[in-house]
């Protein structure tokens, strides 16, 4: 019997609640009304089989604490599935009447597919229908769900599992394509969704959540940065508390100051194996703030590139004959063979080790005057 209500056969159970214990449809329905991403089993042919919470009529209530919209209207019963037996068959022989799964419609909920730490589920979402309910949009986001698409959600993700993923990509590099083969594999052990499918949208997703991350840690939603005075107005990028920045921790009219407290020093380094190479690359894949942070814009610094000649160009340029400096061979042209970008170069705080705000360029074959000078002028900007 069942372990909660001890009337009907236990013939469910949770492999997600501890301690696991057998319980009813109605017992589990109601004990997970607000656990939509739990897995369940049930007992038929002696043997537990997986069942999706969908499949037994569970619906996710978003509005009213896990309950029903009183403006929502009750599913209709399905309509039983047509068969048109062969009437000179033997009763025996006629093909049986199975049951199909009842098609959702606007009065039964809205099947989305949520991905979660434990995997892909498809949840039937009962949204609120009151006269000044938010979008669907809005309401997945109030239950900590971020929607694939603004318009008519069919694919979600959770908080849990964006938070997740960023800190794995931060401590082992975990790769978006790789984690959705993770989650397709928690979903079936032989992994058959569609990857591809699923990865373009976990992507487009992930660039979004990253730049929201980025906005609320910089204060921009409280307009922090456009407060700050220039050169560093809307920037998003760290400064560094030790450093002289006038019209934050440093007054140039005022005198009779320790110059140590007022000198700025700057190094700058550039990283060869941040390397790009040259591969057809999405169109879509663009960046959603450029130059707010630490790397120069894109559009402007191509502009400064076409206006300059290519070093390798200077006729009185020899290579290098020291064997422990590659990084200034730019005759070297084979290091760059297929690269779209060489390497990178920024400029630091000396001192503490701060990235400077718009002091980051990508490389072109090598570690060029043109490259170099560009970021040092975003530096001193």
């Given at each position: 019997?069942?372990?909660?209500?001890?009337?009907?056969?236990?013939?469910?159970?949770?492999?997600?609640?501890?301690?696991?214990?057998?319980?009813?449809?109605?017992?589990?329905?109601?004990?997970?009304?607000?656990?939509?991403?739990?897995?369940?089993?049930?007992?038929?042919?002696?043997?537990?089989?997986?069942?999706?919470?969908?499949?037994?009529?569970?619906?996710?209530?978003?509005?009213?604490?896990?309950?029903?919209?009183?403006?929502?209207?009750?599913?209709?019963?399905?309509?039983?599935?047509?068969?048109?037996?062969?009437?000179?068959?033997?009763?025996?022989?006629?093909?049986?009447?199975?049951?199909?799964?009842?098609?959702?419609?606007?009065?039964?909920?809205?099947?989305?597919?949520?991905?979660?730490?434990?995997?892909?589920?498809?949840?039937?979402?009962?949204?609120?229908?009151?006269?000044?309910?938010?979008?669907?949009?809005?309401?997945?986001?109030?239950?900590?769900?971020?929607?694939?698409?603004?318009?008519?959600?069919?694919?979600?993700?959770?908080?849990?599992?964006?938070?997740?993923?960023?800190?794995?990509?931060?401590?082992?590099?975990?790769?978006?394509?790789?984690?959705?083969?993770?989650?397709?594999?928690?979903?079936?052990?032989?992994?058959?969704?569609?990857?591809?499918?699923?990865?373009?949208?976990?992507?487009?997703?992930?660039?979004?959540?990253?730049?929201l991350q980025f906005r609320m840690r910089c204060g921009a939603f409280f307009g922090i940065p456009a407060r700050l005075p220039p050169p560093y107005t809307n920037t998003m990028a760290v400064l560094c508390p030790g450093c002289p920045h006038p019209g934050i921790n440093y007054d140039p009219a005022v005198k009779h100051r320790k110059i140590h407290c007022d000198t700025l020093t700057l190094a700058g380094d550039g990283n060869f194996r941040a390397v790009q190479k040259d591969k057809i690359s999405d169109p879509a894949d663009v960046h959603l703030r450029p130059g707010a942070?630490?790397?120069?814009?894109?559009?402007?610094?191509?502009?400064?590139?076409?206006?300059?000649?290519?070093?390798?160009?200077?006729?009185?340029?020899?290579?290098?004959?020291?064997?422990?400096?590659?990084?200034?061979?730019?005759?070297?042209?084979?290091?760059?063979?297929?690269?779209?970008?060489?390497?990178?170069?920024?400029?630091?705080?000396?001192?503490?080790?701060?990235?400077?705000?718009?002091?980051?360029?990508?490389?072109?074959?090598?570690?060029?005057?043109?490259?170099?000078?560009?970021?040092?002028?975003?530096?001193?900007?």
């Amino acid at each position: 019997p069942c372990s909660y209500c001890a009337e009907e056969p236990g013939l469910f159970r949770c492999l997600e609640c501890h301690p696991e214990r057998l319980s009813c449809k109605t017992c589990v329905l109601a004990s997970h009304a607000a656990l939509p991403f739990h897995r369940v089993e049930k007992w038929e042919n002696k043997h537990f089989t997986t069942l999706p919470l969908v499949d037994i009529e569970a619906v996710y209530h978003l509005g009213h604490d896990n309950t029903r919209c009183p403006h929502w209207k009750a599913p209709d019963p399905p309509a039983p599935p047509t068969c048109t037996p062969n009437p000179d068959a033997p009763p025996d022989d006629r093909p049986k009447k199975r049951p199909r799964r009842p098609q959702t419609s606007a009065a039964d909920g809205h099947i989305v597919r949520i991905a979660h730490t434990n995997g892909f589920h498809h949840v039937r979402i009962g949204y609120c229908r009151c006269p000044n309910a938010p979008d669907h949009a809005t309401q997945l986001l109030r239950a900590r769900i971020f929607p694939g698409t603004l318009s008519k959600p069919r694919t979600a993700y959770t908080i849990a599992l964006l938070s997740y993923f960023l800190t794995s990509t931060w401590e082992s590099n975990l790769t978006a394509y790789d984690y959705a083969k993770i989650l397709c594999r928690l979903t079936h052990s032989y992994c058959p969704e569609d990857i591809k499918s699923g990865y373009d949208n976990f992507r487009v997703v992930l660039r979004v959540w990253r730049d929201l991350q980025f906005r609320m840690r910089c204060g921009a939603f409280f307009g922090i940065p456009a407060r700050l005075p220039p050169p560093y107005t809307n920037t998003m990028a760290v400064l560094c508390p030790g450093c002289p920045h006038p019209g934050i921790n440093y007054d140039p009219a005022v005198k009779h100051r320790k110059i140590h407290c007022d000198t700025l020093t700057l190094a700058g380094d550039g990283n060869f194996r941040a390397v790009q190479k040259d591969k057809i690359s999405d169109p879509a894949d663009v960046h959603l703030r450029p130059g707010a942070a630490y790397f120069r814009e894109d559009k402007a610094y191509h502009e400064y590139l076409a206006t300059v000649g290519d070093e390798h160009e200077v006729p009185h340029l020899q290579p290098s004959t020291c064997t422990g400096l590659k990084a200034g061979d730019v005759l070297q042209e084979g290091r760059y063979k297929n690269t779209k970008v060489s390497g990178v170069f920024s400029v630091i705080c000396a001192r503490h080790g701060f990235f400077r705000p718009d002091a980051t360029v990508d490389l072109q074959k090598g570690e060029q005057y043109s490259h170099t000078d560009y970021a040092l002028a975003g530096a001193l900007a």
